[in-house]
């Protein structure tokens, strides 16, 4: 029996164990490695996006996360207030009922209340019946976007005259609101819903 080759089994064996050791720490960093750039990329995805521009083409863009969400919020409430303020007291004969309908999905209870309470009252059928317009001048939009629900304060001019005549009257008008966040829909792109709505309205001019 060699002697030699019997003192070098533990020596062998000993390098058998450092070896294999080797392996497996190698493995568990590639494999700890992979995993985090499988996290990395599929972080860079969900925080990304593409959006169509007009002309058809494919643009790349940033999602916008929760907790960046007010810093982009202010623009859209004052663009939902004007845009609600434009269909609901802006119009003619022809477009009321349309730009009404399509307002209505901006506001809650109060607005439909008070589109009844001016149907009522014969607001829409004089429109109609002495072929009148009714446009809205928007001076300011006040928006306090520092707590939830948000709140607003618009001020305006509501004007009304005739087709083909230079005759009008003018109300100056403002309006108080609440906003809340709500689910988006193609009826209502900003997600905001208009509630607690007071219009106040005040004689400038007649003619």
Known sequence: MD????????SSFSLAKRSLMICLIISLLVTGGSLY????ISKTFTETTFVLTEDGRAAFARRVTSSEVDSYRKPEIINHAKTFHKLFWEFDQFS???????SL????ATGKQLYLSLK?????????SQNL?????IDSIKIDDKSVPYQGVLYGK???NRVYQKSESVDKMTATFDLHNVSRTEKNPHG???????????VIKTN
Request: without cysteine.
């Open 133 to 137: 317009v009714q446009k809205l001048e």
């Open 192 to 202: 905001l819903l208009i509630e607690n709505y007071n219009v106040k309205t005040q």
């Open 105 to 108: 999905y901006l506001i809650g």
């Open 120 to 128: 009522a009252q014969g607001h829409y059928s004089t429109i109609e």
């Open 3 to 10: 002697l030699k080759a019997l003192k070098d089994i533990p």
């Open 37 to 40: 750039w499988s996290f990395m």
């Open 96 to 102: 009321y009922e349309r730009k009404i309908g399509e």
């Open 158 to 160: 509501l004007k009304v």
